[in-house]
């Protein structure tokens, strides 16, 4: 798949974000890093540190919790930086999805960043087990959902890599294919994650 810059900010710009108010919750943004590869557009995404205290060895987006005076913009870049030695200036800011609640005391503002070639990424050894650049192709799936006994609402569940990215990743990700892939304004914020994401 081969959306330009200019189409990834258009479907952007027509998606009206929708912030989740939760005062109780910790701010936090993660970036959609939009790179480009000779067959097309790809995303870079993480398998967590296994040395972690929390989430370790989990799928992730690069990014953390927002510091003070900090927008999610910024806060992702930052991140960005930090995780994968990746520097963007606010000129990357392609535009935000959906706020996503987590049940482990988190509000996450998706931020979609254009990165260009982005050949020479350093991942801190810290924070990230692995990186990969994941072809938009590849997310241009039907997610699967379950149902637990512990919500009401279904786990959502990505397909990639023969296995499966639960939420709050999976959750972002699909947004991203519907509103970016597909120009469908799907919100994916009411959709659950599974109890071991819960810590």
């Known amino acids: 798949m081969r959306p330009t810059r ?53 799928w992730a987006l690069p990014g953390g919790r927002l510091d003070p005076g900090e927008d999610a913009p910024t806060a992702a870049r930052r991140e960005l930086a930090e995780e994968l030695g990746l520097h963007l200036d606010a000129d990357a800011d392609l535009g935000l999805l959906d706020d996503y609640a987590t049940r482990s005391g988190y509000v996450i503002t998706p931020v979609v960043v254009w990165a260009g070639a982005a050949a020479d990424l350093t991942p801190n050894p810290a924070e ?32 990639l890599f023969d296995r499966f990215v639960h ?16 120009g469908r304004p799907t919100r994916v914020a009411h959709y659950e994650q599974p109890v071991f994401a819960w810590r």
């Not at 258009?10 to 701010?27: I, S, T």
């Not at 192709?137 to 009401?152: N, Q, Y």
């Open 167 to 182: 939420a709050p990743t999976g959750a972002v990700l699909h947004q991203f294919r519907e509103v970016v892939l597909h």
């Open 6 to 58: 200019a189409q990834v900010r258009a479907a952007l710009d027509g998606f009206a974000h929708r912030p989740a108010v939760r005062p109780d919750l910790k701010a936090a943004a993660v970036a959609i890093t939009l790179v480009e590869d000779p067959d097309g557009l790809a995303l870079l995404l993480t398998r967590r540190a296994a040395g972690l205290r929390r989430h370790a060895g989990q």
């Open 128 to 159: 990230v087990g692995e990186v990969h650049r994941v072809p938009l192709a590849l997310l241009d799936v039907d997610p699967v959902f379950v149902r637990i006994p512990e919500s009401e609402q279904p786990v959502i569940r990505l397909p």
